[in-house]
Structure formats: C-alpha cells, structure tokens
C-alpha cells in the first residue's frame, strides 16, 4: 500500500464508528478507557467540532484507517488529540500525514500553539511528534495516562 493512496478527508458524521473504533482499539491495548474519551469517542460532533476545532481521517479503498482531532482550547490553542492508526496500518506514514494535515489546519486557523498529552511508552508516536517538532513541557492535563506533554508553536 503506497501512502500516496491514502486520502486525508474532513469528518463527517458516518465515520463517527471509525473514529471511536480506531481510537478504542489502542487505548485498550496500551491503557484504559477514561471517561473524557467516551464523551470524546461517542459526541464527536459536539466535543471538538461545535468548538471550533477538526477531525480527519486517513481513508484507503474507502475504510478509515486513521484518525486524528484538533480539539480547540481557547482561541489560539488548539490540542492534538485522538490520534490513532489501524495496527495492520501502521509505520506506513499514515501518522505523519494525518500529522501534517492536521498542524496546517491549525496554522490557516491562526493557531500560536498545539499542545498534546502522551505516554512515553508509545515511543513511535513521541518520536513522530519530536519530528514534527512538538517539544515537551510541563505536564497537566485531563488524562490519568499522560506522563508527558508536548507542543508546538506552527509558524
């Protein structure tokens, strides 16, 4: 599967499965489901849409095999959030793409900063966002599972 085959598309409401699906499935393998993601996973639409903020998903052969949010804190933050990759998917630069996409989302909305939540021990996707140059910082945050924070300031 060439990259160049897979698609970047805006969420509309029938991938609403995919998204909480995707999601799902590497939140359980690695963690536990907390009660912000059920409100996230199920309310898509209401939680980072009607907020102001994005969805998008990476589409191959017509099946989302990736998705990734831009959740609106306030006016010029924007958080990098639900990010996740079919595992039969991954390492194919999936990830980056939706990356990508999603920090020039947040640049044409005038974004002064990105901030994710992670855990170390999802070493690829730290290493993705330390190649896009997120850079880490203090940590808070809503998450029990985040041991670290990251941002990035988009130029």
Known sequence: MPTQDVKIVSYKPEYQPAFESLNRAWIEKYFWIEPIDVEVLQNPEQKILEAGGEIFLAVLESQAVGVVALKRVDEAIFEFTKMAVDETRQGKGIGEKLA??????ARE???????????????????????LGFVEVALDGPYKRSDIKMELTPS
């Open 100 to 105: 990508i996409a999603a920090i020039a989302k």
């Open 109 to 131: 909305k005038n974004a002064t900063k990105i901030i994710l939540y992670s855990n170390t021990k999802l070493v690829a996707a730290i290493n993705l966002y330390r190649k």
